[in-house]
């Protein structure tokens, strides 16, 4: 098992993973909506504005992590972690916790400042994340479920407090996600 950063040449693998994976555990229209958001992400992932992450075992990618920049008026570099998938014959044996921690190893080489995330608080705070006030950072868009924004810093930091409102990637720009 191994790390790879993913890039356009695995999109139709990256496709199949979150349209399976969320189809599983979340239903057909969701696994549609998620394979799609997954397709388009993956059709524009430069290493820079969208970084894919994969986990592959024997030539196939067994899970897969995106991270997009969100851009504040300052120039601090903040990520938002969204989607994950693990395929759902390999999920609880720790490949996902795993993926996580490779990736924010990696982003903290890079000299990203804070990363975010919007998901389930019980699955998230297993791999450092901590709920996070819109007073401190606001979300790109209305949260349905603002306390699944969560944050950690990657610096020996607080996570500071910022005063716009950040700009997401085109791909999230859709209530829908929120
Ligand atoms: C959520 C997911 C990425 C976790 O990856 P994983 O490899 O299965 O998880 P790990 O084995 O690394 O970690 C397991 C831990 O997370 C918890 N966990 C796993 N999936 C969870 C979920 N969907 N919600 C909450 N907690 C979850 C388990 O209780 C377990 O806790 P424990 O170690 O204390 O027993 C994976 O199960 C998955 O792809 N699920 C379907 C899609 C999804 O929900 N994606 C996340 C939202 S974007």
Redesign the pocket.
Known sequence: MNHKILDISNQEAITRLFTS??T???GEKEGRM?GYLASKLSSRTDNKEIICFGTCEEGSII?A?FFTRLRFDESIQVYML???????G???????????NHALDELKNRSVSVVI????P??YS??GFQALPETTIKAPLKLSMPQGWMGQSLTAEPIPSINDRPICVEEFNDPVYW
């Open positions: 994976v969320f599983s555990s979340e998620i899970a992590i969204a989607p994950v998938a693990v395929s759902t390999h999920q609880g044996k720790g490949i996902g916790q795993a993926l996580i995330t919007y998901g389930d019980s699955f297993k791999v």
